[in-house]
């Protein structure tokens, strides 16, 4: 008998997303942890232009939604995020080596950085 089995995770929303493995209970033999999100029933077949959503009793098949576009205000949120993530690896170290040294050079390193990193994520 397997120790593992095949489940089938799906999103918040129903919509599947792949299959993952589920264990064995180590406490009762013959019985599968099933991760959360995850139906034990295989989806149907994969259709061009159709995605499978579990609807909590079976599995249907809708039409794939058509992407939409964010907002300028939200691809502002997006490259804030991206720009705070950098200044955070890459930057604020050079500027705290340049509180400690107080030197030109570092100075000049730590807004360079700044500089490089505002060219990497534009705002739109």
Known sequence: ???????????ENGYYLGEVVADESPLEP?????????VE???PEPVKGKIARHTGKKW???D????????????????MAQRQSAYRLESDPLYMEWQYDQTEES???WRDKVAQIKGRYPLP
Request: with cysteine.
């Open 1 to 11: 008998m397997s120790t593992e089995k095949i489940a089938y995770q799906c999103d």
């Open 30 to 38: 013959g019985v599968f942890l099933i991760p959360g999100g995850c």
């Open 41 to 43: 029933r295989m989806p």
């Open 60 to 62: 249907v098949m809708e």
């Open 64 to 79: 794939v939604p058509e992407p939409s576009t964010p907002s300028r205000e939200e691809l502002e949120q997006i490259v």
């Open 107 to 109: 100075e000049q390193a």
